[in-house]
Structure formats: C-alpha cells, structure tokens
C-alpha cells in the first residue's frame, strides 16, 4: 500500500507486483489435459491438412456460434486476406474500415490488394460511427465494408447491412474480440457476408495461433475451403488463387480445449470487470467501456477512457505509473492505424480527417484481466489508481520534474 508519492516505483519506491501483470493474458489448460489430447496426435501421426481434431472443432464452432459454416484458418489475419478473395473484392478497391484498431484489419486489406478507406468510429461504442460509413459511401470505388466489434462491442449491423445491400457491396466483420457475444442474441459470427475470429494466444478462446471465418452462406464457404488449401474442401470450386491458411492438429487440440474452459473462462472475466467496476465507481474522469445490455459477453477487454480534466492526470501518465509497478496496461490503440506507415504517407488525406479516432486514441487505456488476476491484485491494481487520483496534482509536477 503507497502512502506517500515517493512510495511509487516511477519516482524509485518498491514496486508493486513482482510477477508483472499482462493484458490479454493466456488461459492455460492444465497440464494432464494437454497431454491426453497431444498423445492422440502422436499416436495417429497426422499432423496437419484437415485431420480429425480441426473437424471436431469445425462442427463444435458452428453449434456454438450457430451459424451454417465455421472455417479454421491459421490466424485471423489470414483469415481476412481469404475473405477478401472469397467475396471476390478486386485489387484496387476500397474498403470501408475504422483507424481504430489493431493493425491486421487494415494490413490484411493491403495483402489482398485493396485500399482502405478509414472511418471515424462512434465515441460511446468505439465502433464505426454509421453517419461516417454513409458519408463515405459516396466515395468512389468502395467494394466493401469491414466493421470491427472493437472490445467485442458489436457494429450496427442492421443498419451496414441496409446500406452496403443498397449499394450493391460487401460488408463482413472483424469479430477478433467478439468470441461468445451476441447482438440481439444471436451470436456474432452470423452477421454481415461472413465474420472473422482470432484464436490468438492472447484471446479469451485460444488455439496459440489460429482462427476461423463464419458465415451462413454455403457457396462462400465452399470458396473459403477452397482457397485455404485442397485438404477440407467439400466440393472443387474456382477460387482466384491458393492462400494455404491451414489449421494444424496441435492448433485444433488447443482449441478443444480451450473450447471446454471457454464458459468458465467467460464467467471469470466478467467476475474480474465486475470487480474493476466496483472499485473503481466513485473515482472522477474514469468511464468503462461495456458491452450492450441484455447481451452476452465474453468481457475479455477491460478498457476505460480518461478525462485528464477530471481525473486529473493524463491516460498516458497513469500508464507510466502502473507500468513501472509492473501491471501493464497498455495504451490500446495508439496510434490510429490512418497515423501508421504506410497509411500515413500513402493516404495523408486520412491524418486530420479522424477527430474521434484521435481524441480516443489519446484517452484509451486497457487493465489487466484473465486467470492470472484474482480479487485481490484487482484490488491492489485499484487501490493504486485511486491513489494516482488522490494525489494527481503531485504526481504530475514530479512526473514534469523528470521529463
Ligand atoms: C488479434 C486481432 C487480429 C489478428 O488476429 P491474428 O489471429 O493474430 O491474426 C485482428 N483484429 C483484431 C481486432 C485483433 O484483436
């Protein structure tokens, strides 16, 4: 417990957590699990191209997500570079995509030889703002829109949906944090031409690499199948080039088990927001970011925005301060990707054109969650942002002191 400023580790004091504290940190099965699961591996010697696990995870996907087709890709970055392909976007064409957030949306636009056009994102729901994608919409050569359910929060589906059908365009979903949530209580994974899934280590359903695509329309999985390799097509379908995204055996084994911890898992994290919620209520300037009500959520992300005003200390200067006691929380997403090479020089029209990306970009921060948490380092973690408010005026005259 810190007493004085000096107690902090930014200004030499004894830091908190000697065990540093992640986001986004991994669930690990326990050890007899994976050893039973792997042994089968090894006893069949089939590694990889569409081997017996892949299809058990496949056909659980799809019953918990409830959709026609789940298909496992190598990660979800290439994930969106085959349903670019698959929905037929020719290079060249513009899609439709927020700057806020992780750089594989944008990037795997790039790979598949389209242009992003970035949005502005709504400021309650992170998510692409509607006005901007219809204001963008009368732009020149959009093939495409690409929603992100950023924190799992889901996009306007309803409305993207209107708009790209009267336009005549895609839309699909980058749904990396949305595993398990729904929209209206259907599950994401149904919505838009197809969704996107990462099953990456630091995601709340992990495979360690890996990932899939959803949808419910049988033709585009087919395509999918077809484009990921030869091993697991149903039918031989004509695809625009090969993209060998396959899922390995040991990345399916991960994933069945990680699939049996997942309501567990789900359970945990929302006790952890909970928690972080409750401490942290009274204290000025800090506003969660939740999911919609009535809807299921994985509350994977916890993340909050910081009024400096009310708060009295900029998002950046409590980031320092928790760092340095080894709980790292992390600015996620700063920059806005339309501030990133090589978007910055090849598209500067985008740099001042996002005013809530930016302002979002400057106030968001993202705490620690998952296994390795447990009541009481959340409370430690909250004792110390309740700290950094108290003495905020202090803080930040030491904190200028150092620069
Ligand atoms: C993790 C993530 C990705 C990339 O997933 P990979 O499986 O690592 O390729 C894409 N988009 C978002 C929003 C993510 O968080």
Request: with cysteine; hydrophobic share 40%.
């Given at each position: 417990?810190?007493?004085?400023?000096?107690?902090?580790?930014?200004?030499?004091?004894?830091?908190?957590?000697?065990?540093?504290?992640?986001?986004?940190?991994?669930?690990?099965?326990?050890?007899?699990?994976?050893?039973?699961?792997?042994?089968?591996?090894?006893?069949?010697?089939?590694?990889?191209?569409?081997?017996?696990?892949?299809?058990?995870?496949?056909?659980?996907?799809?019953?918990?997500?409830?959709?026609?087709?789940?298909?496992?890709?190598?990660?979800?970055?290439?994930?969106?570079?085959?349903?670019?392909?698959?929905?037929?976007?020719?290079?060249?064409?513009?899609?439709?995509?927020?700057?806020?957030?992780?750089?594989?949306?944008?990037?795997?636009?790039?790979?598949?030889?389209?242009?992003?056009?970035?949005?502005?994102?709504?400021?309650?729901?992170?998510?692409?703002?509607?006005?901007?994608?219809?204001?963008?919409?009368?732009?020149?050569?959009?093939?495409?829109?690409?929603?992100?359910?950023?924190?799992?929060?889901?996009?306007?589906?309803?409305?993207?949906?209107?708009?790209?059908?009267?336009?005549?365009?895609?839309?699909?979903?980058?749904?990396?944090?949305?595993?398990?949530?729904?929209?209206?209580g259907l599950s994401v994974g149904n919505f838009g031409d197809l969704e996107v899934f990462s099953f990456h280590a630091t995601k709340i359903f992990s495979s360690g690499e890996g990932g899939c695509v959803t949808t419910n329309d049988d033709e585009l999985a087919e395509r999918l199948r077809n484009l990921r390799s030869s091993y697991g097509r149903r039918m031989d379908v004509p695809v625009p080039i090969g993209g060998y995204g396959r899922f390995s055996e040991a990345q399916a084994a991960l994933g069945l088990l990680s699939l049996e911890d997942f309501a567990a898992n789900c359970e945990m994290n929302g006790r952890r927001f909970g928690r972080y919620r409750e401490r942290l209520a009274d204290v000025p300037g800090l506003r969660f970011i939740l999911?919609?009500?009535?809807?299921?959520?994985?509350?994977?992300?916890?993340?909050?925005?910081?009024?400096?005003?009310?708060?009295?200390?900029?998002?950046?200067?409590?980031?320092?301060?928790?760092?340095?006691?080894?709980?790292?929380?992390?600015?996620?997403?700063?920059?806005?990707?339309?501030?990133?090479?090589?978007?910055?020089?090849?598209?500067?029209?985008?740099?001042?054109?996002?005013?809530?990306?930016?302002?979002?970009?400057?106030?968001?921060?993202?705490?620690?969650?998952?296994?390795?948490?447990?009541?009481?380092?959340?409370?430690?973690?909250?004792?110390?942002?309740?700290?950094?408010?108290?003495?905020?005026?202090?803080?930040?005259?030491?904190?200028?002191?150092?620069?």
């Amino acid at each position: 417990m810190k007493r004085l400023t000096s107690d902090l580790a930014v200004f030499g004091g004894p830091v908190e957590f000697a065990d540093v504290l992640h986001v986004g940190q991994i669930n690990i099965p326990e050890k007899e699990r994976f050893e039973a699961i792997f042994s089968g591996i090894f006893s069949r010697r089939y590694y990889t191209n569409h081997g017996p696990l892949q299809q058990e995870l496949e056909v659980r996907l799809e019953d918990l997500f409830r959709v026609r087709n789940a298909i496992a890709v190598t990660n979800a970055t290439i994930g969106l570079m085959l349903a670019c392909k698959a929905l037929g976007l020719r290079e060249g064409g513009r899609v439709i995509v927020p700057a806020f957030t992780f750089a594989a949306s944008v990037q795997a636009l790039s790979w598949a030889g389209l242009m992003p056009l970035f949005c502005d994102v709504d400021p309650d729901t992170h998510v692409l703002s509607v006005e901007s994608v219809r204001a963008a919409l009368e732009e020149p050569g959009v093939c495409a829109i690409l929603g992100v359910h950023l924190w799992g929060t889901p996009c306007g589906v309803e409305e993207l949906r209107r708009l790209a059908d009267e336009r005549g365009i895609k839309v699909f979903y980058d749904a990396a944090h949305a595993i398990g949530n729904t929209i209206n209580g259907l599950s994401v994974g149904n919505f838009g031409d197809l969704e996107v899934f990462s099953f990456h280590a630091t995601k709340i359903f992990s495979s360690g690499e890996g990932g899939c695509v959803t949808t419910n329309d049988d033709e585009l999985a087919e395509r999918l199948r077809n484009l990921r390799s030869s091993y697991g097509r149903r039918m031989d379908v004509p695809v625009p080039i090969g993209g060998y995204g396959r899922f390995s055996e040991a990345q399916a084994a991960l994933g069945l088990l990680s699939l049996e911890d997942f309501a567990a898992n789900c359970e945990m994290n929302g006790r952890r927001f909970g928690r972080y919620r409750e401490r942290l209520a009274d204290v000025p300037g800090l506003r969660f970011i939740l999911p919609p009500a009535g809807e299921r959520s994985n509350s994977q992300y916890v993340v909050l925005e910081v009024d400096e005003a009310l708060f009295g200390l900029s998002r950046d200067a409590i980031v320092k301060c928790l760092q340095r006691e080894n709980i790292l929380c992390r600015r996620y997403f700063t920059p806005g990707m339309h501030r990133c090479l090589p978007y910055s020089s090849e598209l500067p029209q985008y740099v001042e054109s996002l005013p809530v990306t930016d302002f979002l970009c400057s106030r968001v921060m993202q705490l620690p969650s998952g296994q390795q948490m447990d009541d009481n380092k959340i409370d430690a973690v909250c004792d110390l942002i309740i700290f950094l408010h108290e003495n905020a005026e202090n803080i930040a005259g030491r904190l200028c002191e150092q620069q």
